[in-house]
């Protein structure tokens, strides 16, 4: 259940990558529409922040090709913003929240020039919409994880992008800041933003995205919630985890078979 | 009352020089988690020196410093070839890459010892006290004097103009690399750039600290530092702070006890950041009570 877009924002074509022999992610091709609030669903292991980080040159992909706004990644960063996974830095940094979120200003100011005064207010502006221009003094180690995934969503907010992709950006965060937060990225989305938010939890997903992207090693589904939040599609991607894996090892075996080519 | 002594002057501000320029590198490798490179840098710099210095006839030469720039970045790029590509963990690719460039470094001065008047105990040890003696004498025989302290001082503004230029850059790829390359800086390019700028750093300071007491310039301070403060621009300026005073105190300890003054310097830093170390894990948690309570929030 795959639905492919006219003039999409971001469109990726036969995407395969694999870490050292293995696979992550299979033959994944789909074309996603401006505007909209996209959720990428799977289980643990199922390829959800790869495909993310391939999308943004993190991670080189074994085949396949990846456009954004129709064009090459290196000639629309700017465009495109990035919120990582918490865990992915030490927090122990001396920085304070302020710092980092204007580090988030980087990209468009260039080499040597250093954040001035607009920078900052917009740093600012960024905290307040999560909530935490109180803190914006405060030393990045002395926060909470909620606070810190708070953190890195202002950070991507002040790049100023058209289109955000947040490798889980709710882990740790309580249901009301979760809330506020999504009220927050839908408000963007009509405003023209796209965003794409790896997520964990199925019911909260249904609740506020409005397209869904199901991965489990190969793209399940791709398509507008309301298509394809189907409970067979859902069984397809979360269940018979093992039993799939256990299948496709079987046939490998048995015969030559190539999954790539399928 | 000890009097005023121009040569104790000197030595104290050339190691303070040194010091400081070290720290401020240290910092971000600390930052970095690759404090460790930088000990394995000031090893494989070793086989650059000789070739410079066999290549210039002189350890004066820019040859040296250029031999050993390359080096430098050869070693770290090897380091980060074997833990890659070859999947060997951070700490044995660094044992394996810089025992193997010095060891090439050792033989090369063994093989080329009748050309080259270069001996280990001068690059592994340094002497900061032979300073005053060793004077900048231009053609027309005009006394500019030491100079190390010259090689200091262009060490130190060089360092300080890096730092400065490329701070922001510097501090986003060490806290963030993976962001860094996704608004499209030029992360490895800065971190060779540091790694070049700690090579020619430690050729800088090799002839009056020595190889490997340079290293403890590098990682001592910094970690000092970090157990004082964390942010980033205190923190820059304690490990600066610290510099001077390990010169200060490691001379007179030296002159006291008749020593080696980088060797002084170092004990004295260990010493410091043991004093430190003891002083805040008993130090009693005062902010305990004042937390600011992490509310929800509604738009």
Redesign the interface.
Known sequence: MITQVANPILEIHDLTVSYDQSPVLWNVDLSLPPGQLIGVLGPNGAGKSTLIKSVMGLVPPTSGHILIFGKELNSVRSKISYVPQRESVDWNFPASVLDVVLMGTYGKLGLFKRPGKKEKELSMECLEKVGMQAFFNRQISELSGGQQQRVFIARALAQEADLYLMDEPFAGVDMATETAIFQLLKEMTQEGKTIVVVHHDIHSAMNYFDWLIMLNLHLVASGPKNEVATEELLRKTYGGKLNLLSKVSELIRQTDFNPLKS | MMSFDPNAFLIISTASLIAISCGLLGVFMM?R?MSMTGDAISHAVLPGIVIGFFISGSQRGLEVIIGAGILGILATLMIDWFRKKAKVQLDASIGITFTLLFAIGIILINVLAYKVDLDQECVLYGEIAYLPIDLWITGSGMNLGPRITWLAVLNLILVLGFIV?????L??T???E????????PAGAINLALMSMVSYTTVSSFEAVGAILVVALLVVPPATA?LW????IP?IKITAGLGVIISIIGYYFAYWLDSSIAGMMVSVSGVIFLASAILKSKKPNFKFGTK?A?K????
């Open positions: 930052l988690k230029s490329l701070f922001k850059e501090s986003l060490s806290f963030d993976g962001f860094s390359l996704v608004i499209g800086l970090f403060t964390k942010k980033l923190l600011i992490d929800p929030f509604s738009i």
